[in-house]
Each structure stands twice: as C-alpha cells, then as structure tokens.
C-alpha cells in the first residue's frame, strides 16, 4: 500500500507520520512571560540537529488558529526556554504539564514539579528533571498552517550528578531512564532494550 500523503486527510497524515516517525525524545520546556510568569509544556517534535553550534529544534502548533501555544508566545515574547528531559519518574507530571490551563497558570505547580534557578536565561528549570538545558532563540519560523519551527541554541548545559560518571566523562544514559513518546495519545517507551551495532571502520563516531 501506498498513499499520497500530500492530499490525505490531515488526521490521516498526522497519524501516519506520528506512527512512523519515532520514537521521539520529549522536551519539557520551561519559559517565562514578561511578567516572569512560569509556564511548561512538553513537545516530542524536538531533536538535536548540530552540537557545534549546539542546536536543537521543536515543532510547535497553535491553540486555535492565530492563537500561539503560550510556549511560543513566551519565547518570542524573551527569546528564552529550557529544554528539560523526561526521566520515567517524572513521566506522569510531564503529562499533567499538557493540561490547557488559562493563560499564565503555571504547569509547574499545577502537576507538583519543582522550578530551580538557570544561570543564563530567565525562565527556571526543573528540578526533578535529570537533564535541563538552557536555550536562546536562533529563529522562530513559521512554516504555515497555524506552526512554527523553533530554532534554539543551547548555551548552558545541567545534569544530576548522579548520572555522570565525572572520572571517565560518560553520561550514564541506561541510569538516566528517559523515556520517548510512542504514537497515539498516550504510549511511551523506556529507553531500557539498548544494543550496539557496530559501526564500519573508518566511520566517524564523534561527528554525527
Ligand atoms: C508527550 C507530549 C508531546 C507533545 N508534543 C507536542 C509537540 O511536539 N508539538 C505541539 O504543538 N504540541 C505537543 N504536545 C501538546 C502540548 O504539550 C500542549 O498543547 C500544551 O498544552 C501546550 O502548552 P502551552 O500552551 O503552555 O505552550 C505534546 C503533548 C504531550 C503530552
């Protein structure tokens, strides 16, 4: 079977795409209004796309038409967010955090995660989250349809020391226990079934 996505049904792209395309690691993102109020929002379309400069991306849609996530508003309103990964312990709170509260209300609270100072950006991290990155604002692009692509460039990098083994300089990633979103509406997956493929002499395995 084969289909043209390009005329599909939207609900029909969206689930093949979303059942294809994983899994996908999750961001809790952390940012701040003018008035410094504290919102968090998790996100799967997000990834790393270059370490050196460190960029990561996030595909982000709108409440209702013209009607930006706050996420997106925030970030356009400061130029700022924290990336902070999501470990199984605190999967559900992550959930809670897509609840739609009113404009301003603040997720952190409301699903009883923990906001910690950052060092370079304004919005706070999350304590419990075993990883936070601290990101600026490359570009917001808007690709149509009510979406945006964020482009953001991480400049300050935090991780429970728990999870690093400082003398080797490995970050533990089987301890880390970060999970990824699965398709549908509520599946996830452990990131506990890790093998190795070896890669072909000569291959870069520090580049990409
Ligand atoms: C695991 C998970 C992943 C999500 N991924 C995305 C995503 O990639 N893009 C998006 O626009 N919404 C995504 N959502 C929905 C947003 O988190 C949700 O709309 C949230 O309320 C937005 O909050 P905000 O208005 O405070 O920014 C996701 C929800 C969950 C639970």
């Known amino acids: 079977m084969h289909i043209d996505l390009s005329s599909a049904k939207p609900k029909d792209r969206y689930k093949f795409l979303m059942s294809s395309i994983l899994p996908r690691p999750i961001a809790l993102v952390t940012t701040q209004d003018d008035q410094g109020r504290v919102n968090a929002a998790p996100f799967s379309f997000f990834n790393i796309m270059a370490s050196t400069p460190a960029i ?3 595909g982000i849609d709108s409440k209702s038409p013209g009607v930006p996530k706050d996420t997106v508003r925030n970030m356009q309103l400061t130029g700022e967010f924290v990336v902070n990964m999501v470990s199984e312990a605190i999967g559900e709170k992550m959930s809670l955090c897509a ?16 906001a910690a ?6 919005p706070p991290r999350i304590a419990e989250s075993p990883i936070n990155m601290e990101c600026r604002i490359v570009n917001v692009m808007d690709i149509g349809n009510d ?4 482009i953001g460039n991480v400049v300050h990098y935090h991780i429970d020391d728990q999870f690093y083994d400082a ?14 979103r699965m398709h549908g509406k509520s599946f996830y997956l452990r990131s506990k079934d890790i093998f190795e493929i070896e890669r072909p002499v000569g291959s870069s395995s520090i580049k990409v």
Do not use: M
């Open 167 to 180: 003398e080797n300089g490995y970050v533990l990633v089987e301890k880390l226990g970060l999970i990824a």
């Open 147 to 150: 979406r945006n692509i964020v």
């Open 99 to 114: 609840t739609p509260l009113p404009e301003g209300e603040d997720e952190l609270k409301y699903s009883g995660l923990t």
């Open 56 to 58: 990561i991306v996030l």
């Open 117 to 122: 100072p950052s060092i370079q950006v304004k």
